[in-house]
């Protein structure tokens, strides 16, 4: 069975169909940038864009970088405003004329890697990290899913953590590897003591250079890169929509 994933980012959105039983792409990824300013009917109609590409007719999953209660976007951390109490399940479906399902991006992202990735098997709690425009997050609790906990949010030193340690911020700050590994293993250690997880993934577009950071950072957790790398998202959207 195929569905379509369509993941929306601070910077791009991109989709793909995907085969459920692999949790792989089977065509290559279409990527728009996000529109600036990313309204919901800009963004939706990027939306209906990628649905078109496909020429895409079936069910829909579609991930949004904010807290999403049962199709609605309650908040809109790194995109407009605008998008705080919409009805995104109905925008989407609306611009593809398809059913879409819509869930948290992170959600998205560990759903995939629990189920065919990273933390494949793993019992007892597991956390889920992305880093990209801001830091995702999804608490698995021997493979179910606590939705919506917005880890990047939390306050260390008065400081909001994404600010300090997403790979924005990185590039923002021009941080060196290292730099920037004290400040993921700072993050890291805070949710280490709240959740004390078995298990952290890290997920994100700089998870394919896992290699420049993960080795310096230094916590008691076991720590691994996330299997499906940015793809993520997408596979986790299709396995969301599969029961539509």
Do not use: C
């Not at 340690?165 to 590994?181: F, G, I, K, N």
Request: net charge negative; glycine share 12%; charged share 20%.
């Amino acid at each position: 069975m195929r569905v379509l994933g369509i993941d929306i980012g601070g910077s791009g959105v991109k989709g793909a169909p995907v085969d459920l039983e692999r949790g792989e792409l089977t065509e290559e990824r279409f990527r728009i940038p996000t529109p600036v300013p990313a309204v919901p009917e800009a963004v939706a109609e990027v939306v209906g864009q990628i649905a078109g590409h496909f020429s895409w007719t079936g069910p829909i999953g579609v991930t949004f970088p904010g807290v999403v209660l049962d199709g609605i976007t309650t908040t809109a951390a790194n995109l407009d405003p605008g998008w705080i109490g919409r009805d995104a399940r109905g925008l989407f479906s609306a611009a593809t004329g398809q059913p879409v399902v819509v869930l948290n991006d992170a959600d998205a992202a560990g759903l995939a890697e629990v189920a065919v990735g990273a933390a494949k098997g793993e019992a007892g709690v597991v956390l889920m990290l992305t880093f990209g425009t801001g830091i995702g997050s999804a608490l698995f609790i021997d493979g179910r899913l606590v939705p919506n906990t917005e880890l990047g949010h939390l306050e260390i030193d008065g400081k909001e953590a994404e600010k300090r340690a997403s790979d924005h911020a990185r590039e923002h700050h021009d941080l060196s590897w290292p730099e920037w590994a004290a400040r993921v293993e700072e993050y890291l250690r805070h949710v280490e003591m709240l959740f004390s997880p078995s298990l952290i993934v890290i997920g994100g577009g700089v998870s394919k250079k896992s290699e420049k950071f993960l080795p310096l950072v230094r916590v008691r957790t076991r720590v691994v890169p996330a299997v499906l790398r940015n793809s993520a998202g997408i596979v986790g959207a299709a396995m969301a929509a599969s029961a539509l």
